[in-house]
Every structure is written in C-alpha cells, then in structure tokens.
C-alpha cells in the first residue's frame, strides 16, 4: 500500500509563503495521480489541487488560482505544494492524497471516498 508522509507546514505570516512536500513510499509513484485537500476548524475537507500523472495536468479550486502551485518529481517519488500570498482562510491541516484515477484526486465529491492513499496531514497557521 501506498505510503505517504507530508512536510513543510508550519506557521507563516499573512502574505507569506510556503511549500508542502509529499513523499511516496512505492517504486510505482509515476502511475499515481495525487491531490491536496485541507480541513479548517468546523469546516468539512475541501479539494485545493491536483496534478496528473506526468505533471502536466493540473487542476486547483478557485480561491487558490494564481496564488497555489501544484508540482511533482517522479524521480524524487514527490509531490509539492508551493502557496504563495498566504490569507487567514488557508489556515487548515493539509492533506496529501493519491489516486490511479486523476478524478478521484481532483474530485469535490463523493468521488473521494475511493481514495486510494492518505497522509497523515500537516498544520498550515497563517497569521495577522
């Protein structure tokens, strides 16, 4: 089964940025499609980006275009979250998600509960 660990959370100021990592724990990483979701406080999980197989595709809600960039490394079995021009509204845990299906990744439904793989999560605070 799929393995995966996030990293880079942290605490940032508003306007600030930072970056996520995820890293797989499979040989397999480039047949998998992966996503970032994110749980405020009392808030139910919201899809944030994905990115397809060969990195090219990507797809991001629309309070993070322009702003959140979704990458990935086959050869380092990782994947990114770069999110520039932080708000109070990206305070959330950070999930790292992964999927054979780029629609499982990139779904805001019902879609998700197929997922194949979670991480365990990381805090994202941004400050006043």
């Known amino acids: 089964q799929l393995q995966l660990v996030e990293s880079g959370g942290g605490l940032v100021q508003a306007g600030g940025s930072l970056r996520l990592s995820c890293s797989a724990s499979?040989?397999?990483?480039?047949?998998?499609?992966f996503g970032w979701f994110r749980q405020a406080p009392g808030k139910e999980r919201e899809f944030v980006a994905a990115v397809g197989w060969s990195g090219s595709t990507t797809k991001y809600t629309d309070s993070v275009k322009g702003r959140f960039t979704i990458s990935r490394d086959n050869a380092k079995s990782t994947m990114y979250l770069q999110m520039n021009s932080l708000n109070l509204e990206d305070t959330a845990v950070y999930f790292c998600?992964?999927?054979?299906?780029?629609?499982?990744?990139?779904?805001?439904?019902?879609?998700?509960?197929?997922?194949?793989?979670w991480g365990q999560g990381t805090q994202v605070t941004v400050s006043s």
């Open positions: 499979r040989r397999t990483f480039s047949s998998y499609a």
């Open positions: 998600a992964a999927d054979h299906d780029f629609r499982v990744v990139s779904d805001t439904g019902s879609l998700v509960r197929h997922m194949e793989a």
